[in-house]
């Protein structure tokens, strides 16, 4: 990868980290169904308005919807609402990593290796060290929940192969109109019109400006922005040059937790936490290049250019690698964040 390519990894990895200091300023004011209703309409209403439906199956648009957008979210933010920590979150999301490997093996067929077996039971153990720890600082249902949404973020994911769409980002934004209908009769059902009309009414407020501009951001740097930037560098690199980039998200969101939140992360937790990172890399390891084996060459088109670490073709052509890459909450593909 090219180094400016390099520094824009990194820059979505910051922005998806401190993604989950944004979504906990918004629950401070709205509730967290609702809040997912709000985050997606945001979306779906300009991608209806603007962005041409892509050449998908509607079943795997609507999986995709479901599980990436409705049911992550549903349970990350039910999670972190229900007391987990939003550095703490930004770790056990990682779960979706092995459990894509785990469902594509049994659903899909695909094959599962040596190393990536070791991979998944090294991150297993990490979440079972955290999910104790957490079980005894805040109780083991807000852990639990976040583990659901990588569950439901992991079924989303094959989805998303499934579809291969040639245009993941328009895939990624129409995604955007199945959760509103679902996440508002569910809030309307569980937290009720009149929470719902209290959290509206006064949103013009002056303590809901964190609310809002989290919200925003969420909307904005968290999704748009940042998941435009990972898709078109899964478009040019192989997905497992450009995913382990996403191992900084937990790194940046408990970091950013502890110095802007004062969240304080134990020992075990610690422990915990460099298993789950490590085994998610090691299970990337199926998509890194064999030493000793090396690709073909392709000529370049004319016009093309080199910058920093090597060739980029100035007209990648996205395809189901594109489609597949991504794992954080807000990073709409097959890494992760």
Known sequence: MPIRHRLL????????????????ASLGHFPPFFLV?????????????????PDVPWRWLIGYGLGFGTFQFLFLYWGMAAGLPAGIASLVLQASAPATLVLGAVLLRERVRGVQIVGIVVAVVGLIVVGIQRAELSGVLPFLLVVAGALSWSVGNLCNRKAAAAEPMRFAMWMSIVPPLPMLLLSLVVEGP??????????ATPEAVPALLGLLYTVVLGTVVASGIWNG???RHPAGVVSPFSMLVPVVGMSAAWIVLGERVTVPELLGGALVVGGVLLGSRRSLSIPGRRRPSRPHPAGATSTGGGPVSPEPAPGPTAAAG????????????
């Open 9 to 24: 990894a990194l820059v979505v990895a910051a922005l998806w980290g401190l993604n989950f200091l944004a979504i906990d």
């Open 326 to 337: 991504s794992t954080g909450p807000d990073r709409p593909a097959d890494v992760r964040r």
């Open 194 to 203: 009149e929470t719902i009309h209290d959290s509206l009414a006064s949103a």
């Open 37 to 53: 209703a709000l985050r997606f309409t945001l979306l779906a209403i300009p991608t209806l308005l603007l962005v041409p439906r």
């Open 233 to 235: 560098l899964m478009a």
